[in-house]
């Protein structure tokens, strides 16, 4: 059974802090994403990856970055936390070629 | 742009009707169209999908349909039950380079006892 798992669950965090989500998936999978999820505007993609070391920008990436130093774990960084990021981050990740897109129980954060 | 609209946003049915929430994609070059269930508090889960050589695809008390030419797909829930209460979102995958998934805003389902 295919397992992503995001380390923290919920995150209080300061205006102006730098955070780091972390994503772990054991499937092996090539491509990895970072999805906001926010009521009324759905999953929107902030980041993908598609191997180690490589990335591309989705959506919304303004304030973000990523890092895939190893193929089982994707990262995002907010590099200055804003108050308009309290939302709920969701990773998810699918095999080269695969269809289904498994994710992870997600990062509830709150930036104050 | 690239674009997945899907409606209606909020959805109440009687425990045993059926229910139907609408998408319409963008780009025509999409080739594959899964639902997922998210429960309050949970991960999206897949429940079906389809591809776009298909124009039906059925499971259960679930179904999905797909007309290529309108660019719209559905989902079909019948007999609801409870348990079927959650949020649904559509989405179209776009094969172009690296595989790219566009996300509905998602529908809200209410079964009421």
């Known amino acids: 059974d295919v397992k992503v798992t995001q380390s923290s669950r919920y995150l209080v965090k300061r205006t102006g802090e730098k955070v780091f989500l972390e994503c772990v998936q054991d499937?092996?999978?090539?491509?990895m994403f970072w999805y906001r999820q926010d009521p009324g505007l759905g999953l929107r993609l902030i980041y993908f990856?598609?191997?180690?070391?490589?990335?591309e920008k989705g959506d919304i990436p303004e304030g973000y970055s990523v890092s895939r130093e190893k193929k089982e774990r994707f990262s995002l960084i907010l590099e200055s936390a804003s108050t308009n990021q309290t939302s709920m981050y969701l990773c998810?990740?699918?095999?080269?070629?695969?269809?289904?897109?498994?994710f992870g129980e997600g990062s509830w954060l709150t930036v104050v | 742009g690239e674009n997945v609209e899907q409606h209606p946003s909020t959805l109440s049915v009687q425990e045993g009707d059926s229910a139907v929430i609408k998408c319409t994609y963008s780009?025509?070059?999409?080739?594959?169209f899964p639902w997922y269930k998210q429960e309050l508090g949970k991960r999206p889960q897949l429940i079906i999908d389809?591809?776009?050589?298909?124009g039906e695809k059925k499971d259960q008390r679930i179904a999905v349909t797909l007309n290529k030419t309108a660019k719209h797909f559905s989902l079909h829930i019948t007999e609801t039950q409870p348990e079927d209460s959650a949020v649904y979102f559509c989405?179209?995958?776009?094969?172009?380079?690296?595989?790219?998934?566009?996300f509905g805003t998602g529908t809200r389902l209410k079964v009421l006892a």
């Open positions: 990856s598609y191997d180690v070391k490589m990335k």
């Open positions: 780009d025509s070059a999409s080739n594959y």
């Open positions: 389809i591809r776009s050589n298909v």
């Open positions: 499937m092996d999978h090539e491509n």
């Open positions: 989405a179209a995958r776009i094969p172009s380079g690296t595989y790219k998934y566009i």
């Open positions: 998810a990740s699918s095999s080269q070629g695969g269809n289904t897109i498994y």
